[in-house]
C-alpha cells in the first residue's frame, strides 16, 4: 500500500517536533529547511556565552533511526492546486548552487517562523548582531572575544576600553534579558579573572522603546530585575528609540550617539519571505498566516484548506492571538501529528499556559505568576526549564555534565 507523503516546511521548533512525532510507518514524510539542524532558542544565548559547547544548542534532523527525507532548500512559493512546493537548494557551496526543484505532496505542514524585525531602522540589519541560531550565536561570541582582545593590546586608552567593551541590547524582552545575564556572569566573573586589566571596564544597556522590560512579567518582578540588573553594571534605559546602529556606535533619540563594541538586536518579530508570498488568509498583526482551530491554513475567503496546516510562530489560529514562542509551536506541533496519526479530528487544538521564567544572572531569575520565587529558587527553576526543553538524552547529560564542569572550573570560554 502506498504511504501518504507529508511535507514539512521547516526544522524550528514546530516542524522538527512534528517530524519527530509523526508516524513514519503511516506517512512517507519529507522536511524542505536551509537548516538541517533545530535550535535550541532557550539554549542560545548560554551557548553564545561559552556555558555549553554549541553542540548541544542544536539537534540535527537526520536521524539513523528515522525513515525521514530531507532537502537543505527554501520553499519560494507554494502551488496549492498542483500541491507542488518551489525549492530552491540552500547548500552553503562557494559559488553557490542555486538548483530550483520542486517537491510534491499530498499533506503540508507549513512552518517556517519569523525573522528578526529591526523596524528598517538605519544600518540594523547590516551591522547589528542577532540570535535567532547557532550561527548567530557562534558570531556573537567570537565578536565577544575579538573586544576583549582588542582592548587588551598596547596603547588602548582606558575610555576606548569602555567603549569597546560596551554591550547594547535592543530589546527588553526574555531574549535581551537573558543575553544581558548570560553576559553580565561572563564579565563580573570568568572574564574579570581572565582579563584583571578590563575588570570593572565592561558594561551592558539594554534599550527598549516600551516603558518597561519583560513585559509579559507582573510589574514586582520587572521592578525586581532592573534592581538585580544595576548590582551587576547592566543599565536599562526604557522609552528608548534607536535611530540608528553604526559600526562602533548607536545614536539613540534620547542619549544621541554612544559608542560601544557590539548591538545586540532582540527586538521584534516579523513574517519571512515564505508567508509573504502565499495567497491565504492572514492575521493583522505581523502577519501571521490565519488557521483554524485544526491548524488548517484558511484561504482568502476564510475556507479551511483540507490538506494544509501551519504552526508555529509563522501562524496563528483565528481568533486566538498567541504569542511567538516554542511553548505554542511545540503544543500546537504535538496536537497536529498526533491528530494525523489517529485521523482523529474531533478535537479542536487548545493552549496550556504555563509560567514563563527567565535569568536575570548572579544565579537570580523571575517566574511570572511567582513574584515571591525571584532569587535562587527562580535561577533553578530556569535551568530545569532548559533541562525540560532539551529533546534528546545524550543533550541532557551533556547540559549536565556542562554545568557541573562550569561550577567546578569556571566556563570553557574563560579557562584559558
Ligand atoms: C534566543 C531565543 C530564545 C528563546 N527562548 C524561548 C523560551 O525560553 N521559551 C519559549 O517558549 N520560546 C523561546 N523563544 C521563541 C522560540 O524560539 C520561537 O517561538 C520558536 O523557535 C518558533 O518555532 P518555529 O518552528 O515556528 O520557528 P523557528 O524556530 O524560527 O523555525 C523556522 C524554521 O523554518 C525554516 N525556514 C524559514 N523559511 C523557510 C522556507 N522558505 N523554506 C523552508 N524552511 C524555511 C528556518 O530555517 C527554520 O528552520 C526564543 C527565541 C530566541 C530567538
Not at 120 to 143: I, P, W
Not at 231 to 245: E, G, L, M, P
Not at 395 to 412: N, T
Request: proline content about 3%.
Amino acid at each position: 500500500m502506498t504511504k501518504e507523503s507529508i511535507v514539512i516546511v521547516g526544522t524550528g521548533w514546530a516542524g522538527y517536533t512534528v517530524s519527530q512525532q509523526l508516524d513514519s510507518k503511516k506517512f512517507d514524510i519529507t522536511i524542505v529547511s536551509p537548516e538541517e539542524t533545530s535550535a535550541y532558542t532557550p539554549l542560545l544565548a548560554s551557548a553564545a556565552c561559552g556555558l555549553f559547547d554549541f553542540s548541544i544548542a542544536e539537534e540535527p534532523v537526520r536521524h539513523k533511526s528515522k525513515n525521514i527525507a530531507f532537502y537543505k532548500a527554501r520553499v519560494e512559493n507554494v502551488d496549492f492546486a498542483a500541491k507542488t512546493c518551489k525549492c530552491r537548494a540552500a547548500c552553503e557551496i562557494e559559488g553557490g548552487d542555486m538548483r530550483v526543484f520542486d517537491v510534491p505532496y499530498d499533506r503540508l505542514i507549513l512552518a517556517p517562523g519569523c525573522v528578526s524585525n529591526t523596524f528598517e531602522t538605519a544600518g540594523a540589519a547590516e551591522k547589528a548582531f542577532f540570535v535567532r541560531n547557532v550561527a548567530d550565536a557562534k558570531k556573537v561570541q567570537h565578536r565577544l572575544r575579538q573586544l576583549l582582545e582588542l582592548a587588551s593590546l598596547p596603547g588602548v586608552s582606558d575610555q576606548e576600553q569602555r567603549d569597546l567593551l560596551h554591550i547594547v541590547i535592543v530589546g527588553g524582552g526574555p531574549t535581551g534579558v537573558e543575553i544581558a545575564a548570560e553576559m553580565s556572569d561572563l564579565f563580573n566573573d570568568d572574564f574579570s579573572k581572565l582579563y584583571p586589566n578590563l575588570k570593572g571596564k565592561m558594561r551592558i544597556t539594554i534599550h527598549d522603546t516600551a516603558h518597561f522590560i519583560l513585559g509579559s512579567f507582573e510589574e514586582s518582578l520587572r521592578e525586581h530585575a532592573i534592581e538585580s540588573f544595576s548590582k551587576r553594571n547592566v543599565q536599562v534605559i526604557t522609552d528608548s528609540k534607536i535611530k540608528q546602529v553604526c559600526m562602533d556606535s548607536i545614536i539613540t533619540e534620547s542619549e544621541g550617539e554612544v559608542k560601544c563594541g557590539m548591538v545586540l538586536w532582540t527586538a521584534g518579530n516579523k513574517q519571512c519571505a515564505l508567508v509573504d508570498s502565499l495567497n491565504v488568509a492572514k492575521t493583522d498583526r505581523l502577519p501571521r498566516i490565519l488557521t483554524d482551530e485544526y491548524l488548517h491554513v484558511l484561504e482568502i475567503d476564510r475556507s479551511p484548506m483540507r490538506d494544509v496546516f501551519a504552526l508555529g510562530d509563522a501562524a496563528d489560529v483565528k481568533k486566538f492571538f498567541l504569542p511567538t514562542t516554542a511553548e505554542v509551536a511545540v503544543q500546537k506541533a504535538e496536537y497536529l501529528a498526533n491528530t494525523l496519526n489517529t485521523d482523529n479530528y474531533s478535537t479542536p487544538f487548545g493552549y496550556r499556559q504555563r509560567p514563563l521564567v527567565a535569568y536575570i544572572g548572579g544565579h537570580d531569575g523571575v517566574i511570572s505568576g511567582k513574584p515571591e520565587w525571584s532569587g535562587n529558587r527562580a535561577w533553578a527553576a530556569w535551568r530545569s526549564k532548559n533541562l525540560f526543553w532539551t529533546r534528546s538524552w545524550r543533550r541532557k547529560l551533556m547540559i549536565m555534565a556542562a554545568w557541573f564542569l562550569d561550577w567546578f572550573g569556571g566556563k570553557e570560554i574563560a579557562r584559558a
